[in-house]
């Protein structure tokens, strides 16, 4: 199936009511895995519901391909069973009074595939998702992560050219979202259908998506790679919302952020540091005091407390051995270059700090100043 394109997409639930979704340009390309990922309220879902068509734009135009399928200004609504796209519910949605199989099949019996071919089709299913052994359950019986496949077969049972997915992991516990993750990853390289997910767990998207939408308040904050939406923020908002831990924001013109500049001071009133591009030492950097240690398991956050007005820094020690450090203990941090992000006083990021900065004896004369 040829790209959805969303140009100009806006929703107003009310005339004169501040827009649900505000001026949505996307282009999400055939065979991607595309996560729109952001806050509660931000207009992800009502973004997805407008795709499937359960919800009708108020501006702006949705297009496959050549075909449009919902545009004011032209005064088209292709209705959504008309559209060939299959939907997951957070909800899953499952009929309470059929089996697994009779749920999987209810798609072809509506598009009249003959029965032999019906119970051909609902068969690869089951072994698609790993189900076997529960046609003959109703979905009160199943538990979370078995609704979710049988949900997921029935959608995929139909071979739609592009799968939404509504929050779909939300209702399940820690140990199958992590289940369910790997399924739908590998589902994705087995079928090639493009997939448009629904998500705020930015863990959700990192691990599966090739593409991120980030948005807030209704509009598009930045769209690219994962590796990009983290190592490139747009802006102030995706810096803070993609990292766990949060990144650290400390004031441009500190002294302890000059120096983590090494010399390149481009104007800027924020500096972004990643926790991952903290490094700490017993000698040389930026001296600073261990003012918290907690453990989380294959890691330990650490919180630092610095001289001067950048406030604490927290960082991240990958490790399932107890840091050397105590509490309360002298020491010095250094950053990586590639870790560090400046945003003007608008949010917005600024030029890359890396290739404005030079390592060497600059760094460490810079760092001994505040020592």
Same mark, same amino acid.
């Given at each position: $199936?040829? +790209?959805?394109?969303?140009? /100009?997409?806006?929703?107003?639930?009310?005339?004169?009511?501040?827009?649900?979704?505000?001026?949505?340009?996307?282009?999400?390309?055939?065979?991607?895995?595309?996560?729109?990922?952001?806050?509660?309220?931000?207009?992800?879902?009502?973004?997805?519901? +407008?795709?499937?068509?359960?919800?009708?734009?108020?501006?702006?135009?949705?297009?496959?391909?050549?075909?449009? *399928?919902? #545009?004011?200004?032209?005064?088209?609504?292709?209705?959504?069973?008309?559209?060939?796209?299959?939907?997951?519910?957070?909800?899953?949605?499952?009929?309470?009074? &059929?089996?697994?199989?009779?749920?999987?099949?209810?798609?072809? !019996?509506?598009?009249? &595939?003959?029965?032999?071919?019906? !119970?051909?089709?609902?068969?690869? +299913?089951?072994?698609?998702?790993?189900?076997?052994?529960?046609?003959?359950?109703?979905?009160?019986?199943?538990?979370?992560?078995?609704?979710?496949?049988?949900?997921?077969?029935?959608?995929?049972?139909?071979?739609?050219?592009?799968? *939404?997915?509504?929050?779909?992991? #939300?209702?399940?516990?820690?140990?199958?979202?992590?289940? &369910?993750?790997?399924?739908?990853?590998?589902? /994705?390289?087995?079928?090639?259908?493009?997939?448009?997910?629904?998500?705020?767990?930015?863990?959700?998207? &990192?691990?599966?998506?090739?593409?991120?939408?980030? $948005?807030?308040?209704?509009?598009?904050?930045?769209?690219?790679?994962?590796?990009?939406?983290?190592?490139?923020?747009?802006?102030?908002?995706?810096?803070?919302?993609?990292?766990?831990?949060?990144?650290?924001?400390?004031?441009?013109?500190?002294?302890?952020?000059?120096? *983590? +500049?090494?010399?390149?001071?481009?104007?800027?009133? $924020?500096?972004?540091?990643?926790?991952?591009?903290?490094?700490?030492?017993?000698?040389?950097?930026?001296?600073?005091?261990?003012?918290?240690?907690?453990?989380?398991?294959?890691?330990?956050?650490?919180?630092?407390?610095? @001289?001067?007005?950048?406030?604490?820094?927290?960082?991240?020690?990958?490790?399932?051995?107890?840091?050397?450090?105590?509490?309360?203990?002298?020491?010095?941090?250094?950053?990586?270059?590639?870790?560090? /992000?400046?945003?003007?006083?608008?949010?917005?990021?600024?030029?890359?700090?890396?290739?404005? $900065?030079?390592?060497?004896?600059? /760094?460490?004369?810079?760092? @001994?100043?505040?020592?």
């Amino acid at each position: $199936m040829p +790209m959805i394109q969303l140009d /100009h997409l806006e929703k107003r639930y009310a005339k004169g009511a501040a827009p649900a979704v505000d001026d949505l340009t996307l282009s999400i390309e055939h065979g991607s895995f595309t996560c729109i990922l952001g806050p509660s309220g931000c207009g992800k879902s009502t973004t997805l519901r +407008m795709i499937c068509g359960l919800e009708a734009t108020t501006g702006g135009e949705i297009r496959i391909g050549e075909q449009v *399928l919902d #545009s004011t200004a032209k005064g088209v609504f292709v209705p959504p069973e008309k559209r060939g796209l299959g939907l997951v519910f957070q909800s899953y949605a499952l009929w309470p009074h &059929m089996t697994v199989a009779e749920n999987i099949a209810f798609g072809l !019996k509506v598009a009249r &595939m003959p029965k032999p071919a019906r !119970k051909i089709r609902v068969a690869e +299913m089951v072994r698609t998702l790993r189900i076997e052994g529960l046609e003959n359950r109703y979905p009160a019986q199943l538990s979370g992560g078995q609704q979710q496949r049988v949900a997921l077969a029935r959608t995929l049972a139909v071979s739609p050219g592009v799968l *939404l997915l509504d929050e779909p992991l #939300s209702n399940l516990d820690a140990a199958l979202r992590l289940s &369910m993750r790997a399924e739908l990853a590998r589902l /994705h390289r087995d079928f090639g259908t493009t997939i448009v997910f629904v998500t705020h767990d930015q863990w959700e998207a &990192m691990t599966l998506a090739t593409h991120i939408a980030v $948005m807030a308040g209704g509009r598009l904050q930045q769209f690219g790679r994962p590796d990009e939406i983290y190592g490139q923020p747009a802006n102030c908002f995706v810096a803070e919302f993609i990292g766990n831990p949060p990144i650290n924001l400390i004031p441009a013109r500190s002294h302890t952020a000059r120096a *983590l +500049m090494q010399g390149a001071h481009p104007q800027g009133e $924020m500096l972004g540091l990643r926790p991952e591009g903290i490094s700490l030492g017993h000698e040389s950097g930026l001296p600073a005091v261990i003012e918290e240690i907690l453990p989380t398991g294959g890691a330990w956050i650490i919180t630092l407390r610095l @001289a001067d007005e950048a406030g604490p820094l927290t960082l991240t020690h990958t490790t399932q051995l107890p840091p050397r450090w105590q509490l309360g203990a002298p020491v010095y941090l250094r950053a990586r270059p590639e870790a560090l /992000h400046l945003f003007c006083a608008q949010g917005h990021a600024l030029a890359p700090l890396a290739s404005r $900065m030079t390592a060497g004896p600059s /760094h460490s004369r810079a760092l @001994a100043g505040l020592a």
